[in-house]
């Protein structure tokens, strides 16, 4: 449902953290949301490109996928249109109704967030990034930039405002 803007999403990441990444961007993105595990494991046949995704196991968009997944489905769980800000109700009925997601929609109703509802996210994003074996320091970096990304500021400007 989310994939469009999770690949959105982590290719900006992945341009940002490891740019020489990107021209197997999307070759990895398809295996990842095809099967999530084994892309992130390495386990898997021969992938588009003629090598398999063992190789995968080394690179960190994977990682960057997982967690923008990951962010994404608790923001937008139904659990979360329990929250009492009337506008964040209201973006995620849109949501629910709805199975395609626009980046701008979910920015749109993620800047509603209050301070303490995004820090709960970006430490998801930080501990899923370090399950999909990301190390802690590329974590954190990983989760302000997908904060950043979601909220329309840069990654600078997003640390200054924690």
């Known amino acids: ?96 109704r709805r199975r395609v997601h626009s980046r701008e929609e979910i920015s749109r109703a993620f800047r509603a967030l209050t301070p303490a509802q995004e820090s709960t996210l970006r430490q998801l994003a930080v501990t899923s990034a370090q399950e999909a074996h990301a190390d802690p320091e590329m974590s954190e970096r990983i989760a302000d930039l997908l904060i950043a990304n979601l909220r329309g500021v840069g990654a600078d400007e997003n640390r200054h405002e924690q």
């Open 1 to 96: 449902m989310f994939d469009p803007v999770v690949s959105d999403l982590a290719r900006d990441v992945v341009g940002e953290v490891v740019p020489a990444e990107l021209p197997v961007f999307d070759a990895v993105s398809r295996a990842y949301f095809k099967s999530p595990k084994a892309t992130l494991h390495g386990r898997s046949k021969a992938g588009p490109l003629g090598f398999g995704l063992a190789e995968t196991a080394t690179m960190l968009t994977p990682a960057v996928l997982f967690a923008a997944t990951t962010l994404l489905n608790a923001f937008i769980d139904p659990l979360a249109r329990r929250t009492s800000n009337a506008l964040v109700r209201k973006v995620f009925g849109v949501f629910q």
